[in-house]
């Protein structure tokens, strides 16, 4: 589940457990998660790998899910174009 905070920023609700009783995930928290590992991916490939969940807010919407994801990947592609093919290992 996501909720918005005091200043208006949209977090994520992490669970001290995954038991059923706390209920389907939401449409939101599935997306975020989505966001959240490709963001991960980036950062700890070609970033500071100093990324918490914590500062990975949902974007708010279906279409900022979309921006979102979309300038991610072209992040992703981006840095494997720039990458030496003989980095690439076997």
């Known amino acids: 589940h996501v909720h918005r905070s005091a200043s208006g920023e949209w977090t994520v609700d992490w669970p001290d457990h995954e038991r059923y009783d706390l209920g389907p995930s939401s449409i939101a928290w599935l997306t975020w ?8 991916l980036l950062d700890h490939t070609d970033g500071a790998a100093q990324l918490q969940r914590e500062g990975v807010p ?3 919407s279906a279409d900022g899910v979309r921006d979102t994801l979309r300038q991610l990947h072209s992040r992703w592609r981006e840095l494997i174009e720039q990458t030496p093919a003989d980095e690439w290992g076997e």
């Open 58 to 60: 949902w974007p708010g």
């Open 33 to 40: 998660h989505a966001y959240f590992w490709y963001a991960m």
